[in-house]
């Protein structure tokens, strides 16, 4: 089982400063070295993930993607906690808002849900989507193994996170 390279600091820092805002939780792991050491990079919008996925999307990278998770404040997650869910899909779309267009990121979720930057988007809405990174699970094949992984991603970041929460 791999391990997780991530600091309580970390996540202090990012509370402390974004607030109430989504994060996302890149999986990073070392191509160079024979440990399962997985390192966890906070990226605080859809466009820093971006720019994260093109820089290690090359020939010549040492690191690769084994997995995004969106981290989701309280009042988004209609809890009193923090919530963590595996992104299976990170998508550029247009979303239909009533008063006109909005291009942005969305990442739909392992629950079904859609979201934004600090936001829930109704899959109804979304008048065009292109995906930028899927997870091997994000159609409709079923992978048990990467499913669990991704829930054990999942639930041990939210634990950090929410002791993060308290300790800062």
């Known amino acids: 089982m791999p391990r997780l390279r991530v600091s309580m600091e970390t996540f ?50 040492h690191q690769a993607i084994v997995g995004v998770q969106l981290a989701l404040p309280p009042r988004m997650n209609k809890a009193v906690e923090w919530g963590v869910q595996p992104v299976l899909d990170f998508m550029r779309v247009t979303v239909d808002t009533g008063k006109g267009h909005l291009d942005t990121y969305a990442y739909r979720v392992a629950s079904g849900k859609c979201f934004a930057d600090n936001q829930e988007i109704s899959i109804k809405k979304l008048m065009s989507v292109r995906s930028i990174y899927q997870a091997s699970n994000a159609g409709s094949q079923s992978d048990a193994e990467l499913s669990a992984f991704q829930a054990w991603i999942a639930k041990i970041l939210g634990e950090l996170i929410n002791e993060s929460r308290i300790l800062s």
């Open 12 to 61: 202090i820092e990012t509370i402390r400063l974004n607030g109430q805002s989504t994060f996302l939780l890149a999986c990073v792991l070392d191509l160079r070295t024979p440990d399962d050491v997985i390192d966890v990079v906070i990226c605080k919008t859809g466009q820093k993930a971006l720019d994260l996925l093109n820089r290690l999307d090359r020939p010549n990278a």
